[in-house]
């Protein structure tokens, strides 16, 4: 009976360490979901980001957003990397998976076109934020666990929220596109993703490509 008791209370003790530490890890990856994604969010609320533009000075208020954004990231990865891969919520969607590495590209794409005077930036007014969107989308398809959950589901929330807002608010530079710039944004995004791509196991733990070291 000593010994049946000790094993019980053994294993309640593992449970209650691993309960307490997933708790924990997913609160680190919460945090810095709401750190980073919320001082993102700040210039959707012109009041507020006037605010603090005003009181604080555009120095500090860019200082500000990029510490808080850093520290964000910080977190996203630390937790992200230590949470485990269960509980799944539900089963990754084959379709996703296959498709993953295309729509990888062109999110890669959208994301350099965002960044230069390109007819793509020009077209579709929003590159950054539907480059987003699509990667969030497919990762969280293509995964099913709580903790990709967590991550893609509120990376894909702020794009959607952040593209709804610039749309109202008509929040669009005026430009001359050129070609030159379409190139760049085209082949940047390739190789970024191809790279991203092959040595995805090695950053994630997940192979992405048949060719992935």
Known sequence: MTTLHATHRGNCDVIAFTFI???RVMGILITGLVLFLGIHLVPVLTGMRNNLFSSLGEKRYKGMFSLVSALGLIL???GYARAPSEPYLFSPFPFAIMIAPLVMIISFILLAAANMKTHIR???KHPMLIGVGLWAT????ANG???ASLLFGAFLAYAIIDLLSATSRHAIKSFTP??????????????IALLVMTVHRLLFG??????GV
């Open 138 to 141: 497919v990762h969280l398809l």
């Open 206 to 211: 997940v192979k992405a490509v048949p060719w």
């Open 76 to 78: 996203i990865v630390v």
């Open 21 to 23: 530490f997933r708790r």
């Open 145 to 147: 666990e709580l903790k």
């Open 122 to 124: 020009h077209t579709v």
């Open 178 to 191: 050129t070609s030159r710039h379409d190139v760049r944004a085209v082949l940047g995004g390739i190789v």
